[in-house]
T-cell receptor, first 116, second 111 residues
Framework: DAGITQSPRHKVTETGTPVTLRCHQT?????MYWYRQDPGHGLRLIHY???????DKGEVSDGYSVSRSKTEDFLLTLESATSSQTSVYFC???????????????FGPGTRLTVL | RKEVEQDPGPFNVPEGATVAFNCTYS??????FFWYRQDCRKEPKLLMS???SGNEDGRFTAQLNRASQYISLLIRDSKLSDSATYLC????????????FGKGTMLLVSP
């Protein structure tokens, strides 16, 4: 399995509080991604990173920010959590973005976030 | 609109059966295709990539039909451990590797 960890694995918080989720990888992969997964939806991309300090928005980026100060760490921050952000959050990594090899994404174990 | 459509199932099959899933995608410019499996409350795990010539890995065979814009996954000799949700995943272009996921097809293999 790819060396990807996420912390915390579970979190319950209240509306309006800031929350930061951490993704840590030991694979030295350049590309990192944050997704959310909700019932009735496929995984949806929140933000991604193509290098240290290089990030861009995904499909559902409103209400989220990210930072990547080191190759191995990619942080997702909910500045002021809302109940609609209750979800399972997955981090993913890839070595490359170009086919045919190396662009597959590998996922961390996920963080279950509940916003009350 | 970039869409990936899958039959949600569940597909209920007995052990040893052969089962096939299809997935359709909306963008003819799609570059890369994958099947992931996801166990309940776990992360998606790459099952196999799907290339133009199709590919096989043991009991699993994936095919790509660009003309009709669908990919398929065939599982032969189903095992209890194959019970999971199978996600069809498409990469729309080679500019950056952001993937679009289908909602998944659930497979239940019974003794």
């Amino acid at each position: 399995d790819a060396g990807i960890t996420q912390s915390p694995r579970h979190k319950v918080t209240e509306t309006g509080t800031p929350v930061t989720l951490r993704c840590h990888q030991t694979e030295n992969h350049r590309y990192m991604y944050w997704y959310r997964q909700d019932p009735g939806h496929g995984l949806r991309l929140i933000h991604y990173s193509y290098g240290v300090k290089d990030t861009d928005k995904g499909e559902v980026s409103d209400g989220y920010s990210v930072s990547r100060s080191k190759t191995e760490d990619f942080l997702l921050t909910l500045e002021s959590a809302t109940s609609s952000q209750t979800s399972v959050y997955f981090c993913a990594i890839s070595e490359s973005i170009y086919p045919p090899v190396g662009h597959e994404q590998f996922f961390g174990p996920g963080t279950r976030l509940t916003v009350l | 609109r970039k869409e990936v459509e899958q039959d949600p199932g569940p597909f209920n099959v007995p052990e040893g059966a052969t089962v096939a899933f299809n997935c359709t995608y909306s963008n003819s410019a799609s570059q890369s295709f994958f099947w992931y499996r996801q166990d309940c409350r776990k992360e998606p795990k790459l099952l196999m990539s799907v290339y133009s010539s199709g590919n096989e890995d043991g009991r699993f065979t994936a095919q790509l039909n660009r003309a009709s814009q669908y990919i398929s996954l065939l599982i032969r000799d189903s095992k209890l451990s194959d019970s999971a949700t199978y996600l069809c995943v498409v990469n729309w272009d080679s500019g950056y590797s952001t993937l679009t996921f289908g909602k998944g097809t659930m497979l239940l293999v019974s003794p």
